[in-house]
């Protein structure tokens, strides 16, 4: 069984940054991807971003790119999330989660259409809260 524990959320102001880590942990952990979604007040959980775990290719939502970077450290079972120039719309519990049938990651590409049912494996949440 694998365990997901993330960590680094916060208070930041806008336009900071905040890194969330991610630490796994379960007998054999070989997951396809490793991604992270969010979830707000009211509303329904939404992907941010994920990463290939065998060569690290790595896909955005559209609300993230340019702002966040997702990685992944193999030899630690580590994911990342560095988040940059913060908005106060990024303010949601942040889930990280893992890809352990292929549903995200497959044939050297990720699905079209990520959801988090694609996932089977989730963390309880960090909070990400930023000030205007």
């Known amino acids: 069984q694998v365990q997901l524990v993330e960590s680094g959320g916060g208070l930041v102001q806008a336009g900071g940054s905040l890194r969330l880590s991610c630490a796994a942990s379960?007998?054999?952990?070989?997951?396809?991807?490793m991604g992270w979604f969010r979830q707000a007040p009211g509303k329904e959980r939404e992907f941010v971003a994920a990463?290939?775990?065998?060569?690290?290719?790595?896909v955005y939502a559209d609300s993230v790119k340019g702002r966040f970077t997702i990685s992944r450290d193999n030899a630690k079972n580590t994911v990342y999330l560095q988040m940059n120039s913060l908005k106060p719309e990024d303010t949601a519990l942040y889930y990280c989660?893992?890809?352990?049938?292929?549903?995200?990651?497959?044939?050297?590409?990720?699905?079209?259409?990520?959801?988090?049912?694609?996932?089977?494996?989730w963390g309880q949440g960090t909070q990400v809260t930023v000030s205007s």
């Open positions: 989660t893992a890809d352990l049938s292929g549903r995200v990651w497959r044939w050297g590409r990720f699905s079209r259409d990520i959801s988090s049912g694609d996932f089977s494996s």
């Open positions: 379960g007998r054999t952990f070989n997951p396809y991807a």
């Open positions: 990463v290939s775990w065998s060569d690290g290719s790595t």
